[in-house]
């Protein structure tokens, strides 16, 4: 079993819908975790990174995770062509070695 | 420099060369990684320096592939003796302590390297 699982996708969905990306996990030590958002061509760019369990938002972004079901979700509001990217998720424990999931490639439809 | 910078975007070689990439960190940061990226395949750690040295060289896939770091900055990655399954597109990160997981990493745009 990978340590990360994510899907690939391709996930497409219309402009302003609610997208649910996700990633689970096999690594109880992972205590850090991070969305990366890739364009194509670019280097992943940190989106979001959050340490306990629950809820964090930014702006349209909520990243959840649920350590007790070793679960993490990105959640996108009101997506916008411009959100069409490859969602990596990403996690690490303390020795701080950061764990990828291989990316969701997500196409949002104007 | 503001980013992280990778040189060069492009590589095609041919089978048997050698190649070298180079990455130019964030001023500052003392943590450098080299990660690959293959098609279906996502992002494969290769090496991990904390300023000159390499206390994680765990993930390089075999001795034709080396990387040193100079001065706590510019870090260049070796293939010698290059593959077809060596194509791909490698990418730098640093951060600015090597505590990842608080600061996540900045990424560079790597250079997509192809054998022919």
């Known amino acids: 079993q990978k340590e990360v699982e994510q899907d690939p996708g391709p996930l497409s969905v219309p402009e302003g819908a609610i997208v649910s990306l996700n990633c689970t996990y096999s690594?109880?030590?992972?205590?850090?975790f991070m969305w990366y958002r890739q364009y194509s061509r670019k280097g992943p760019e940190l989106l979001m990174y959050?340490?306990?369990?629950g809820n964090k938002e930014d702006g349209r972004f909520t990243a959840q995770v649920d350590k007790s079901s070793k679960y993490i979700s990105l959640f996108i509001r009101d997506s916008q062509p411009s959100d069409s990217a490859t969602y990596l998720c990403?996690?690490?424990?303390?020795?701080?070695?950061?764990?990828f999931g291989k990316g969701t490639r997500l196409h949002i439809l104007p | 420099g503001a980013g992280v910078s990778q040189s060069p975007s492009n590589k095609v070689t041919e089978k048997g060369k050698d190649v070298e990439l180079r990455c130019d960190p964030i001023?500052?940061?003392?943590?450098l990684y080299w990660y690959r990226q293959s098609l279906g395949q996502g992002l494969e750690f290769l090496i991990y320096?904390?300023?000159?040295?390499?206390?994680?060289k765990s993930g390089l896939p075999s001795d034709r592939f080396s990387a040193e770091r100079t001065g706590g900055s510019v870090s260049t990655l070796t293939i010698q003796r290059t593959q077809q399954e060596d194509s791909a597109v490698y990418l730098c990160?640093?951060?600015?302590?090597?505590?990842?997981?608080?600061?996540?990493?900045?990424f560079g745009s790597g250079t997509r390297l192809t054998v022919v």
């Open positions: 320096f904390q300023g000159n040295s390499a206390p994680d």
């Open positions: 990403a996690m690490t424990g303390r020795d701080d070695k950061i764990i």
């Open positions: 690594n109880s030590a992972f205590q850090y």
């Open positions: 959050t340490y306990s369990s």
């Open positions: 001023s500052g940061h003392t943590a």
């Open positions: 990160a640093s951060s600015p302590s090597g505590e990842g997981d608080r600061y996540g990493y900045t």
